[in-house]
């Protein structure tokens, strides 16, 4: 008799809600075995939940027998038609000028700091706002005008609105951050997540001057130092560095996008098992500067709250050609392997993608890490005008589109982030 050998697909439990009854059987994966977790028709509780994160599960597998099964909870949950390309809905009125430019006003003039680097308790020399769909509101403050304090509030974590300073208080708020990390440092058991928490805010700080200044003297010896701390960071704490060193924004900012990008790509090049030296430097310096030529885009398109003008497209997609040549006539040094990264992340296997229209085994591993990466980190970001994808539907996405990705990078990819612990 000839068994048929059953499949399975990833999950992620973001993906499934508490209490609600699975009427389909989870699995979980250990070393190579897919074993059974739960049968089906049960609810999934907190507890399930807690019992997963506690042996730090993020995907769980489900039978492909079950997918339509799978298919019909996460419709229903999801109010979504058409998982994985569905458009993700409109959420803030702009279709109004006047909030257009409320939103260009905050998103320029504010900066996204980590709730976490804040320290309840501690006082603040520098404004902190709650940053709302188009707007900032005032949260605390050192100038006590409106009876506010600049003590940082005990609930300030649980904060449920995104944290931003003024652009003109982030040498303030370096200094802070500065303090807090001394005080940190002093104290017992110094918490893994408030280290990476001072890297992440650390290194926010200096793509973003890269990106700022990319012709300046010294992008090459700091994006080689933020590099090599990415990659300490990362082969330090293999199994949740992507947890750990993820930025997640309310918006789209360059800056943060480069450094998940980077993070993703040597977390993927340290699963392929390539070395620290050359091949993640190369790979990550590369990942790092993959969106340089977007200083040379109109800040206005490139953060557009909607849908761009075909011409407004073509501009986007020219900062391929501009990050080329700003590395052939700026004073960046990074090693010819690195350019490939920048050069074809937006590739695709198929021939579709640009500049070049490159095909199968035209794109580098390099350009097809990138590729991956870029596209999972586009789709799995907030903007104030669409929802971000959860991860199951950008897994869902870049497996349909077979013929543009590397589908073996791709599985290696999902199991990575996987494996990963949440925060
Ligand atoms: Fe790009």
Redesign the pocket.
């Known amino acids: 008799m000839i068994m048929k050998k059953t499949k399975y697909f990833p999950v992620m439990t973001d993906d499934l809600k508490v209490n609600t009854i699975l009427d389909f059987d989870i699995f979980m994966q250990t070393n190579n075995n897919i074993v059974l977790f739960r049968k089906g028709n049960h609810p999934f509780t907190e507890e399930t939940l807690d019992n997963l994160a506690e042996h730090k599960v993020r995907t769980i597998f489900i039978s492909e027998d079950e997918k339509e099964k799978f298919e019909k909870y996460y419709r229903t949950l999801h109010d979504s038609t058409n998982i994985g390309v569905s458009m993700k809905g409109c959420e803030a009125p702009f279709d109004n000028p006047e909030n257009i430019e409320k939103y260009y006003k905050s998103h320029f003039n504010y900066y996204p700091i980590e709730k976490s680097n804040l320290l309840p308790g501690s006082k603040v020399d520098f404004n902190v706002y709650k940053k709302l769909d188009i707007d900032v509101e005032l949260y605390f403050s050192p100038h006590n005008e409106n009876d506010l304090s600049d003590i940082v509030p005990e609930d300030v974590h649980s904060s449920p609105f995104p944290i931003v300073i003024h652009n003109d208080e982030i040498p303030l708020y370096k200094e802070y951050i500065k303090n807090i990390s001394v005080e940190y440092a002093k104290k017992d058991g110094y918490p893994l997540e408030s280290q990476y928490s001072i890297i992440r805010e650390n290194s926010k700080f200096i793509i973003k001057d890269i990106l700022n200044d990319p012709r300046s003297g010294e992008v090459t010896q700091k994006a080689s130092e933020l590099v090599e701390t990415l990659i300490s960071s990362i082969l330090d704490n293999q199994t949740n560095f992507y947890s750990l060193l993820k930025i997640t924004t309310h918006d789209y900012y360059t800056y943060t996008h480069s450094l998940n990008v980077c993070s993703m790509s040597i977390g993927l090049g340290t699963q392929l098992k390539l070395k620290r030296d050359p091949d993640l430097i190369e790979l990550g310096l590369g990942a790092l500067l ?2 340089v030529g977007k200083c040379s885009i109109e800040p206005r398109i490139l953060n557009k709250p909607g849908k761009l003008t075909e011409d407004e497209y073509k501009n986007v997609q020219n ?2 050609l501009a990050s080329k040549e700003l590395l052939e006539d700026s004073n960046i040094q990074i090693p010819q392997k690195s350019t490939i990264t920048i050069m074809q ?2 590739e695709k296997l198929s021939g579709n993608g640009y500049p070049n229209k490159l095909r199968g085994n035209q794109v580098h591993l390099y350009g097809r890490i990138g590729a991956i990466v ?1 596209f999972y980190d586009a789709l799995t970001t907030e903007r104030p005008y669409k929802k971000a994808y959860s991860p199951f539907e950008a897994f869902q996405l870049l497996s349909e589109v077979k013929e543009d990705y590397d589908q073996q990078l791709i599985k290696k990819f999902i199991v990575m982030l996987g494996t990963q612990g949440s925060r």
């Open positions: 993959h969106d900062h391929v992340h937006h870029d």
